[in-house]
């Protein structure tokens, strides 16, 4: 091999690594780093020693001249070499029709500057399978050294975000993830996640104390999905590993092994499903009350009112009990510049803001409860926190509890603003419907947001304008912008490839996969960039970038 040869091959590896470096860390170094693997597939084979030689030869002017021409008939030949190489390897040309069916829905869209943006969000789709299917495979030593850089970057990512979170800096603690989407981070760490898996537990490459700082790390990662209150990736994370423990008792040897591992598989979802139902409970469940022994008059003489009729739980406390709407508001001006009957920087009323982060403090809503709050408190009000949970408790309980409250709003109003997850419930209905109306052919390329917002009218929908997004589900996403035509192609270019070349069988990609398909029942996964990068990248190197030999499939478990 000689030293152009190497210089390419290691550049290349360099550009890989830089793009799942940059998938955790940097939307713009995900774009720098998918061009230069453009360029080095455009000109892969550029000898440094021609070109010189084009100048000594020639002269400066001249070797400008003759080094231009080499450059474009290089670039002229790989174009025809690399595409006839790709349209051979068949599964990576139906993975591609991916992106050739949102192509075709260019014909019938009406919106062409969204179209445009989408089909350049999604070109990793078509870029990545093209290139990587057609230039050289990377060896086993060379994979384990990108995903050892593709975990660093995950951490690194998560740490940004630690820092973020220690420092109180937010009011969201999903708002920790400053470099990327929460949503998205959070698949990356799931995926890392299990990576670490697999060098802990079946690589023999690694020293003891590096499999124990990959323990800490995925021990690490665990705690990350919990402070992030990533609930999808959470629910990721024991699946697969249900999913995981199953193919260890297929491949395991003793009768013991199987049976500790399936008692593991059936424990681990239903400990999971018992410690939800315990949060909810405990949320919804207040103590009873005894009436006669409700106090009428706050220590400075002013009664207090008691709604017995509504009994509103906030975090399994009483929100109606203990309320002086006069000391509430005297209180509430001189501690706020914000009137009482204003409004939050969210939207919400301030006065039953108040009320509720009161309720969740445990705190009587009189003048010695607002006096009680601390000027942080002051801010998170005004700012539209009703539970001082969401900022100085975050986690799974403190997810359920937004839940909990954004189902009993949305079960009082209809209006599903307050909560992620009733927003979801108003967006699978709208794409149903758009769905029913344009079965066939769907709606087109570039015409979702359109067609959702006027679904969204149509259905006269409460849901606020800030909060009328796409389908959050790819499946639906896919069949309202393509139809079934559409979703059969999509399917297809998801699960033949695999199916071809038996990449289920490889941990890694059964793994990544499976991730994948999980966050595309509960998000668009691949309508932003950094999500359509994750899927594209790792799912082209997984299944077409790796040298056959070295594939890791399944049975290895049993190692």
Known sequence: MNSSTNIHSLTYLLALMLLAASIPLSKFMMSVSEFMLLGLWLWSGFSFGISYRFFKIGGFYTGILHLFRYIGVLAYT?????????????????????????????????????????LRVKLPLILLPVVISTMEKINSKN?????????????????????????????DVRDISLL????????????????????????????????????????????????????????????VSVGYLFMRVRNSMFRWQKSLLVILAIILPLAFIWHVRHIIVDATTAPPINYEELEEYTKYGNRYFHDTADLQIEDGKYVGLYICYKELKNEWNERSSIDYHGKTSEGQLINTTLIRYLTSKDLRKDRDGVRSLTDE??????????????????????????????????????????????QRIEYLRASFNIINENLIFGVGSGDLEDAFNKEFNDMNSALESRYRYHAHNQFLGISVALGIIGFIVFIIGLFYPPLKLRGFEDYYFGTFFLIMIISMFSDDTLETQAGVTLFAYFYTLLLFGRKSGDNMPAKVLNR
């Open 78 to 118: 790989n174009l025809i070499d690399k595409f006839s190489s790709f349209f051979k390897n068949k599964p990576a040309v139906i993975f591609s029709l991916i992106y050739i069916i949102h192509l075709i829905g260019l014909l019938y869209t009406s919106d062409m500057n969204y179209a445009l943006k989408d």
């Open 180 to 239: 990327i989407s929460p949503i998205r981070l959070g698949l990356n760490v799931s995926f890392a996640f299990f990576v670490l898996i697999y060098f802990i537990f079946h690589e023999r490459k690694f020293a003891m104390w590096q499999v124990v700082s990959f323990l800490i790390l995925a021990l690490w990662f665990i705690t990350f999905l919990f402070i992030l209150e990533s609930v999808t990736s959470i629910v990721i994370i024991i699946i």
């Open 377 to 422: 408190d002051i801010a998170m009000i005004e700012n539209g926190l009703a539970n001082f949970n969401y900022v100085d408790k975050p986690g799974l309980r403190t997810r359920l509890l937004k839940i909990i409250k954004g189902y009993e709003v949305y079960r009082k109003t209809a209006n599903p603003s307050g909560s992620s997850v009733m």
């Open 143 to 171: 994979f384990r050294i990108l995903m050892l850089v593709y975990i660093s970057a995950v951490f690194i990512s998560t740490a940004i975000s630690a820092f973020v979170f220690i420092t109180d800096d937010y009011v």
